[in-house]
């Protein structure tokens, strides 16, 4: 976390969207996250395992280009954080593990199917 936290563009995604800026955010984005509260669960030792932590950090991007769009400003730095934060997780996790890991887009469709469902 302490390696993403110093990337250059990382200050966009460490705090809250400010509603009051972006007052169609929640229509947007159905789970809004930002890096301060995935490292407050960390810090809390809130996380079951190390792919619920990396889902969670995926998600701060994945929903910053759903919101701003894949070219705008926020959205490229989305994408090149998500891409830097995938290459220190993949040195974090080893080769064993790769085969269970779900990604973030995984893991909302299968959200998406059982909340389909019920």
Do not use: W
């Not at 800026?21 to 669960?41: A, I, K």
């Not at 973030?104 to 299968?110: A, D, I, P």
Request: glycine share 6%.
């Amino acid at each position: 976390m302490s390696l993403l936290m110093a990337e250059g563009m990382v200050e966009p995604f460490v705090e809250p969207v400010d509603l009051v800026f972006n007052p169609s955010y929640p229509t947007v984005v159905d789970h809004g996250l930002c890096l301060s509260e995935v490292q407050s669960q960390l810090q809390k030792m809130s996380y079951l395992n190390r792919y619920d932590f990396g889902s969670d950090v995926e998600r701060v991007f994945d929903n910053a280009i759903k919101f701003n769009g894949p070219r705008s400003a926020i959205g490229v730095g989305a994408k090149h954080l998500r891409d830097t934060f995938d290459c220190i997780f993949a040195a974090c996790v080893g080769d064993v593990d790769s085969r269970f890991l779900l990604t973030c887009e995984m893991r909302m469709g299968l959200h998406d199917n059982l909340y389909s469902l019920s």
